[in-house]
């Protein structure tokens, strides 16, 4: 080593530095001695003298990326139209159930009654003429229907549990109208058992019989109610015509819409949180020092999820799920950083956001509170945010995911798995309780074609939510 | 006052012709994209403003009115995307505390022979906030008050920026010319 430390020594200990180029060197060290660093405005004089009027090189592609940005479709603007509809739908879905007590329901200018106490045991139809009840017309002898029209559930047998039976003796036929009258009674040939009211002119009264009291007309349908009554239509037919049967069970002017088309309708809100697995692959081979420093600095950190979704039950055992999630993906950048000769660690948090829109397929296995559904089916990503940072050997200091992430705005279509256990609570205003773990898989890479590296993810986790029937 | 040429080029933007809005582009992203480079912390950021920053100017070419320098026109529009983009990353910058990363050392000059380049390596090496108050105040020539209206903060704090910009500043070009003697 002695001799490596001599042939240093001797070849440059007496060197003397050329300085036939630096003649200005004097100079400079007495400008720099006497000139004190300038303060305040003379600072920003400094400044702006050197940097106000500069003009920089545009690099060469410049204009063709404004002439395609020009010409791009505001892809987020459509997706952001997209988004909203989809959550004006299920929030007018939500609307709807519980708001739905206030709203009237018939066609053909009928509206419903309200029986808040249809809940429990078996409960009568009554026609009534106005204030005198249709049981004078059974004292009078006018009430020809006896046949039973036998129980009838509720839609939602599973969810209320309730049982209404009509008993086709109250079913009345109504007293005929004198005059005045613009529709007028029907003709005894065609219907002799039923006439057709004039709107307004009949409302039906609900009679709780295990109550033995008769439940005020006129009050609009609770949405149970409402469910109640389109399966008593739909039994009704089985004896009698729709037409004859209408009047019996809808009585009042109002707007009732079928309400067969809302009978299988849920809202389901659920929070949850999740594991996110991140898969780097190289595109290009100088990118694998990039995937070993970014695989050492990232580690997955619990994630979450809110769901906000409408849920369509076709028959007892197939559903179908629809809404927005809105879903974060976390990770965690740790890196160490040398100020001041000390080493800090440090420790950020990167987020990768996505509202997406799943749609469910789910096949039920029911039971009587509890059941269990096993869901499947596309998750369309709506749009997709990232902000957080990750090293890069390129730099000294942490990179902006967002912008030098390569990360796309919108990841397309994903695939979602569930199992969703459902637990029934209550009676008289039944909700859901819903346990389910899920699975999300992203086939599709978050980085741009031409990134350095392609970073995937899947997703596992366990939602917890209440579903509410409409 | 405009030129008659570029009274005719800004009219020729305006009537979509993609020739008239190059030629609008050629002209005046030079000096842009000198305007970008102070505000951003690196190219591909100047960039990416620039870039934002035409496709506005493009899109509001209708409100210009021909009132006054056009440059001037651009080039405000140009400070306003550029705090708007800094106005976006503001929550990611603070969280990541990415403005507190130490001062990097340039190039050994003395301050006389500072030249554009060491000036603007300075600049950008600002942490966030001061650079763009440093920008406004300093060489754009806004006041204080219009620089807490354009970013959102509270007069005091656009001076207090200003005042901690101006130190760190000072102490690079003292040890650039430390290092140069």
């Known amino acids: ?470 | 006052m405009l030129s008659m040429k570029e009274k005719e080029l800004i009219e020729g933007a305006l009537r979509g012709e993609e020739r008239a809005s190059r030629l609008l582009f050629e002209r005046y992203s030079p000096m842009l994209m000198a305007v970008c480079q102070r505000y951003c912390r690196t190219q591909a950021e100047a960039e990416d403003v620039l870039q934002d920053a035409f496709i506005r100017i493009f899109k509001k070419l209708d409100k210009y009115g021909f009132q006054g320098s056009f440059a001037g026109w651009a080039r405000r529009l140009t400070v306003n995307v550029a705090l708007k983009t800094y106005q976006r990353k503001r929550y990611a910058l603070e969280q990541t505390g990415i403005d507190n990363l130490p001062e990097r050392g340039g190039a050994p000059t003395a301050y006389a022979d500072l030249g554009e380049q060491e000036l603007l390596d300075m600049v950008q090496q600002l942490p966030t906030g001061y650079r763009l108050v440093f920008n406004l105040y300093a060489i754009e020539g806004y006041s204080h008050k219009e620089i807490g209206e354009m970013m959102g903060i509270q007069e005091a704090s656009s001076r207090s920026q200003l005042l901690k910009a101006r130190k760190v500043l000072q102490r690079q070009i003292e040890i650039r010319q430390r290092i140069a003697i």
């Open chain 1, 1 to 470: 080593m002695s001799q490596l430390d001599d042939l240093f020594r001797d070849g440059l200990g007496a060197r003397k530095a050329d300085l036939s180029n630096t003649n200005d060197l004097w100079a400079r060290i007495n400008a720099a001695k006497n000139a004190p660093v300038p303060t305040g405005e003379a600072l920003d004089k400094t400044f702006r003298d050197g940097l106000g009027d500069r003009e920089a090189a545009v690099p060469s592609g410049m204009w063709a990326r404004i002439v395609a940005a020009r010409g791009r479709r505001p892809l987020a603007k459509w997706l952001a139209g997209a988004a909203a509809v989809l959550l004006l739908l299920v929030a007018g879905g939500i609307g709807y159930n519980w708001l739905g007590d206030e709203l009237p329901v018939t066609d053909n200018g009928y509206r419903n009654v309200n029986n808040p106490a249809n809940d429990d045991g078996p409960t009568a139809l009554h026609g009534t003429d106005n204030a005198r009840p249709v049981s004078d017309d059974v004292q009078n002898g006018r009430a020809e229907t006896s046949a039973s029209l036998g129980t009838l559930r509720g839609s939602d047998n599973d969810d209320t549990g309730n049982n209404l039976t009509t008993d086709a003796s109250t079913l009345t036929k109504s007293p005929a109208k004198t005059g005045g009258s613009t529709e007028g009674p029907r003709p005894a040939a065609k219907n002799p058992r039923y006439e057709r009211r004039p709107a307004g002119a009949l409302p039906v009264t609900v009679k709780n019989q295990a109550a033995g009291e008769d439940i005020e007309a006129g009050k609009v349908l609770t949405p149970r109610t409402v469910l109640a009554m389109g399966q008593i239509g739909g039994k009704l037919m089985e004896s009698v015509s729709f037409e004859e049967a209408l009047p019996a069970v809808a009585v009042v002017p109002g707007k009732f819409k079928s309400t067969t088309a809302l009978r299988g309708l849920q809202t389901e809100l659920l929070f949850g949180v999740s594991y996110s697995r991140q898969e780097l692959a190289i595109q290009d081979p100088s990118a694998t020092e990039l995937q070993v420093l970014r695989e050492a600095s990232e580690f997955p950190k619990a994630g979450y999820q809110i769901t906000l979704r409408s849920s369509y039950r076709f028959t007892d055992r197939l559903r179908l799920m629809a809404g927005l999630t809105y879903a974060e993906i976390r990770n965690e950048l740790d890196y160490d950083r040398i100020v001041n000769g000390s080493t800090i660690r440090l420790s950020t948090t990167n987020h990768i956001r996505m509202l997406e829109a799943p749609v469910l397929l789910g096949y039920t296995i029911p039971g009587r509170r509890l059941n269990v559904t096993v869901n499947g089916g596309p998750l369309l990503n709506l749009t997709t945010g990232v902000r957080g940072r990750f090293l890069a050997p390129s730099s000294s200091i942490p990179l902006d995911l967002q912008t030098d992430g390569n990360f796309r705005g919108n990841i397309g279509v994903g695939f979602m798995a569930s199992l969703t256990t459902a637990y029934q609570i209550g009676k008289k205003r039944p909700f859901t309780l819903l346990l389910e773990p899920f699975f999300k898989a992203y086939p599709t890479a978050f980085t741009e074609k031409g990134a350095p590296l392609r970073e995937k993810y899947w997703v596992a986790g366990l939602q917890l939510g209440v579903r509410k029937r409409l």
